[in-house]
């Protein structure tokens, strides 16, 4: 019987690259219904025509078509993640065409300061090794008042069934633990829904000094 990963494996950057490059070619269809949930969400972050945005561990790119349809072809749409397969999975689906892809960790991301309107990012929370780390270098690239979507196709409690566990009160994407990282990263939390059917904090950038001015690659 395979080990169970650990919640620690699950924020190692060698896990994480191990754990989906062996599922990259056939992720999609391991999910083919999540489509739906995935334009929603993007509906939600109130995207408008010529923003710039990113999908931070955009994986195979499976919301990029939606962002590009919410900014128009005068917007930008950035898609980076820390695996090469996955990348790779995105451009044989044919999602190159809607974005940028660059192969980042978004934890040190290769963006300026306050180059960026809004952030997506499905699925990632459980993948940053330090969540308030990783929620700063987003709000270091995203201008002050810009919005963030912390999406997962399903909610937390199908999620944790999904995996054979339960829904544990430390849990970080609860909304009393997820509040006031969030704050300690830069955002204040204007919406949040965890259902059956989806996952979706909406956030805002506070207005406070960026980390530096350096600009990464």
């Not at 019987?1 to 391991?30: C, G, I, L, N, Y």
């Not at 809607?98 to 978004?106: P, Q, W």
């Not at 939390?189 to 000094?209: N, Q």
């Given at each position: 019987?395979?080990?169970?990963?650990?919640?620690?494996?699950?924020?190692?950057?060698?896990?994480?690259?191990?754990?989906?490059?062996?599922?990259?070619?056939?992720?999609?269809?391991?999910?083919?219904?999540?489509?739906?949930?995935?334009?929603?969400?993007?509906?939600?972050?109130?995207?408008?025509?010529?923003?710039?945005?990113?999908?931070?561990?955009?994986?195979?790119?499976?919301?990029?078509?939606a962002l590009r349809a919410a900014v128009g072809p005068r917007g930008v749409v950035l898609g980076a993640?820390?695996t090469p397969a996955m990348l790779e999975a995105a451009v044989r689906a044919g999602r190159q065409g809607?974005?940028?892809?660059?192969?980042?960790?978004?934890t040190r991301l290769p963006l300026r300061d306050g180059s960026v309107d809004a952030v997506f990012a499905?699925?990632?929370?459980?993948?940053?090794?330090?969540?308030?780390?990783?929620?700063?270098?987003?709000?270091?690239?995203?201008?002050?008042?810009?919005?963030?979507?912390?999406?997962?196709?399903?909610?937390?409690?199908?999620?944790?069934?999904?995996?054979?566990?339960?829904?544990?009160?430390?849990?970080?994407?609860?909304?009393?633990?997820?509040?006031?990282?969030?704050?300690?990263?830069?955002?204040?939390?204007?919406?949040?829904?965890?259902?059956?059917?989806?996952?979706?904090?909406?956030?805002?950038?506070?207005?406070?000094?960026?980390?530096?001015?350096?600009?990464?690659?």
């Open positions: 019987m395979a080990q169970e990963t650990t919640k620690d494996q699950w924020r190692d950057p060698a896990h994480v690259q191990e754990f989906f490059s062996v599922r990259a070619r056939d992720w999609d269809a391991r999910f083919p219904d999540d489509g739906p949930a995935y334009d929603a969400a993007v509906a939600d972050l109130g995207l408008r025509r010529g923003d710039v945005v990113l999908d931070a561990g955009c994986g195979t790119g499976r919301a990029l078509p993640d820390l809607a974005g940028r892809l660059l192969l980042a960790d978004v499905a699925g990632l929370v459980s993948h940053l090794a330090d969540l308030v780390e990783g929620l700063s270098e987003l709000a270091r690239v995203v201008r002050p008042g810009g919005r963030l979507a912390l999406f997962h196709p399903v909610g937390r409690a199908a999620l944790a069934a999904r995996h054979g566990r339960q829904v544990t009160p430390d849990d970080e994407r609860a909304e009393p633990n997820l509040r006031p990282l969030l704050a300690r990263g830069g955002w204040h939390l204007d919406s949040y829904t965890d259902e059956d059917t989806r996952f979706l904090a909406l956030a805002t950038r506070s207005d406070r000094p960026a980390r530096n001015g350096a600009v990464r690659g």
